[in-house]
C-alpha cells in the first residue's frame, strides 16, 4: 500500500508539471466545461462559506451551492453577535436555524463556525462584569446552548478560533484575560459534553506562511489531547495568495497531519492581489497561477490518509461574495456570475488524475 501511495503522488506531480506547460502555451484544459460538480469528483466533503442573505434572496447563488457544495459553513450566522447580539442568554436563532435546516433537506453537512474568537463579539460581552468564575459559568453556559440547540445536525464545530499570534505566542483577547489560557480547555470540554457526537477543531490562518505558528499550534493542541481535552480535528484557513509557494502550503498540511487529527482547509482563497493594488485587473498569468495553486492544495489534501481527510472550504461561492473584494480582488472558484473559473477546472484535473 505505501509503495502504491508513493507512485500515485509520483504520476501526480508529473501531471502537475505537464499542466503548467499547457498553461504557459494557452492550450486547453484536459477537463471539459461539462465536468460533474465538484461534490460529485470529491473524494471528501468540498465545501463553501456561505451568506444567509444571499441564500434566501438569490437563486442562482442557491442553486450554485446545492449543485456544487457537500458541506457548508455559515460565514457569519453563528458567531456570537450574530447568535446572542443583544443581552446574555437572549438568543437570535433565525438565520442559523435556517442555514440548519437547508441543510438538513438537501443532505449537505454543516459546519459550524464559531464559539470562542477575539472578533465579532457583541457588547455585552465586552461589559461583562464577574469574576473568573462568573466569565467561565457565562462561556460554558453560552456553548452549552448553542450546542444542545444542534445536537445531531451539526456535524463539527470551529470551537476555539485565532488564539496565536504570528510568531506562536498565546493572543490577548478578553478571553485569556478573564479567564486565563485554560479558556481553551474549557470551551472543548463543554461543546464535547453538549454533543459527545460532534467533531471538534481548533481553526488557524498562517500555517503555510509561518513556520513558528504552525509548530505552536499543533503543539498547542497536542498538548491539550496529552491531557484528555476533547480535540479532533484542526483547521487550517488557508487565506493565503499566489505567491505563496506549493511547498509552503504543501508542508504546513503534511505538518498538521502528522498529529494524527482531522485536517480542514476551512477558509481557502487564493487572492491574485496580495499586494492589495487598488488599480489591479485581473490577467491571463494570474489567473493561470491560481488554478495551479488550487490543483496543488487539492492534490496536498488527497495525499494525507483518507480518514483525516475533513474536507476542503472555501471561504465563499463567488469572487462577488469574497471579503477581498474590495482589493479588487478575484480569489475564488466561481466568478461574480457564479459561473466556472479556470481554478474550478483545476480543482477537477486534481481529482480526475487521483481517479484515474
Not at 123 to 128: D, E, G, L, P, T
Not at 136 to 145: E, N, R
Request: net charge neutral.
Amino acid at each position: 500500500m505505501q509503495y502504491s501511495k508513493k507512485i500515485l503522488i509520483a504520476l501526480f506531480c508529473i501531471h502537475l508539471s505537464v499542466f503548467a506547460s499547457c498553461e504557459q502555451k494557452n492550450t486547453p484544459s484536459p477537463v471539459e466545461p461539462d465536468t460533474v460538480s465538484l461534490k460529485e469528483a470529491s473524494p471528501f466533503p468540498f465545501g463553501a462559506a456561505l451568506s444567509i442573505s444571499k441564500m434566501k434572496n438569490l437563486e442562482i447563488y442557491r442553486t450554485t451551492v446545492t449543485t456544487e457544495f457537500s458541506s457548508l459553513t455559515p460565514e457569519n450566522a453563528m458567531k456570537m453577535a450574530n447568535l446572542a447580539p443583544s443581552k446574555k442568554d437572549q438568543y437570535t436563532w433565525d438565520d442559523a436555524d435556517y442555514l440548519v435546516d437547508f441543510a438538513q433537506k438537501n443532505n449537505i453537512r454543516i459546519h459550524g463556525h464559531c464559539f470562542v474568537w477575539h472578533n465579532s463579539l457583541p457588547s455585552w460581552v465586552n461589559n461583562f462584569v464577574g469574576t473568573k468564575e462568573d466569565w467561565k459559568a457565562m462561556l460554558k453556559d453560552y456553548i452549552t446552548t448553542v450546542v444542545s440547540r444542534y445536537k445531531g445536525k451539526v456535524a463539527s464545530w470551529d470551537v476555539v478560533n485565532e488564539a496565536l499570534l504570528d510568531d506562536g505566542t498565546p493572543r490577548q483577547t478578553i478571553w485569556l484575560t478573564k479567564i486565563g489560557w485554560e479558556y481553551i480547555e474549557l470551551a472543548f470540554r463543554t461543546a464535547h459534553e453538549a454533543d459527545p457526537n460532534a467533531v471538534l477543531f481548533y481553526n488557524d490562518y498562517g500555517q503555510e506562511y509561518s513556520k513558528v505558528k504552525l509548530a505552536a499550534i499543533n503543539d498547542t493542541v497536542k498538548n491539550l489531547i496529552s491531557r484528555g481535552v476533547p480535540i479532533h480535528g484542526i483547521g487550517l484557513q488557508m487565506h493565503t495568495n499566489i505567491n505563496q509557494s506549493v511547498d509552503n502550503i504543501v508542508n504546513a498540511i503534511n505538518q498538521t497531519a502528522a498529529t494524527g487529527l482531522k485536517i480542514h482547509i476551512s477558509e481557502l482563497d487564493f487572492a491574485l492581489n496580495s499586494s492589495k493594488n487598488p488599480n489591479y485587473t485581473v490577467n491571463d498569468t494570474d489567473l493561470a497561477t491560481q488554478k495551479s495553486r488550487y490543483r496543488s492544495i487539492v492534490a496536498a489534501m488527497c495525499s494525507i490518509p483518507a480518514s483525516q481527510r475533513w474536507g476542503i472550504t472555501t471561504w465563499g461561492v463567488g469572487d462577488d461574495d469574497s471579503w477581498l473584494k474590495t482589493n479588487p480582488d478575484f480569489p475564488l472558484l466561481f466568478d461574480s456570475n457564479y459561473k466556472q473559473k479556470s481554478c474550478y477546472y483545476g480543482v477537477q484535473e486534481a481529482f480526475s488524475i487521483l481517479k484515474n
